[in-house]
């Protein structure tokens, strides 16, 4: 059974940092593209970043690094100079990337830890 | 960036409806749109993929159509346990983008 167990979100003040994890179980993770994908209270899904290729929305850019621990089967997202409009709830999701003509959709989420920004 | 507009924002229901939530895309992406389910406090679920795939596991009453900009869900015989928010995603290419959502809510 997949499993993605998101872990590290909290209380931080503007321009703070947070490191989110991510533990995957129930498939090979090194093979796939994985995403974080953010909801702040009360709104809709916001893609933040993919990494397989990597890439970062406009939003977090220069702020935000992905990384992946393929022996710990572990995702990251390392959050620098953190402003209130961070403040959400981040799923990592799994899948993502287009390769021989096909494009991977993320077929499966986490329940999310929340970040908080505020003083 | 691909902008994704669905509508209606809010869906009002009967269990045993059928019922069509509509996205339309900014600009062609063929087929590759998903369709994502979320219960509150819950992680979003994967219903549909490539606009008219079942994900494994998810009951035959889901469907999916379109292609290019215009796409569709439709859930046929509407359950008690469908009533939640449902989100289009374009993943034809980076950055990938979202629908605003409906709600799905019990009349």
């Known amino acids: 059974e997949v499993q993605l167990l998101e872990s590290g979100g909290g209380l931080v003040q503007p321009g703070g940092s947070l490191r989110l994890s991510c533990a995957a179980s129930?498939?090979?993770?090194?093979?796939?593209?994985m995403n974080w994908v953010r909801q702040a209270p009360g709104k809709g899904l916001e893609w933040v970043s993919s990494?397989?290729?990597?890439y970062y929305g406009d939003s977090v850019g220069g702020r935000f690094t992905i990384s992946r621990d393929n022996s710990k089967n572990t995702l990251y997202l390392q959050m620098n100079s953190l402003r209130p409009e961070d403040a959400a709830v981040y799923y990592c999701?799994?899948?993502?990337?287009?390769?021989?003509?096909?494009?991977?959709?993320?077929?499966?989420w986490g329940q999310g830890t929340l970040v908080i920004v505020s003083t | 960036d691909i902008q994704m507009t669905q509508s209606p924002s809010t869906l009002s229901a009967c269990v045993g409806d059928t019922v069509t939530i509509t996205c339309r895309a900014s600009?062609?992406?063929?087929?590759?749109v998903a369709w994502h389910q979320q219960k509150p406090g819950k992680g979003p679920k994967s219903l549909i993929y490539k606009a008219s795939s079942l994900q494994s596991g998810v009951p035959s009453r889901f469907s999916g159509t379109g292609s290019g900009t215009e796409f569709t869900l439709t859930i046929s015989s509407l359950q008690p346990d469908d009533f939640a928010t449902y989100y289009c995603q374009q993943y034809n290419s980076y950055p990938w983008t979202f629908g605003q959502g409906t709600r799905v809510e019990i009349k």
């Open positions: 129930g498939f090979n993770f090194s093979k796939y593209a």
């Open positions: 990494i397989g290729k990597v």
């Open positions: 600009q062609s992406i063929s087929s590759w």
């Open positions: 999701a799994r899948g993502g990337g287009c390769s021989g003509g096909t494009c991977y959709w993320p077929d499966y």
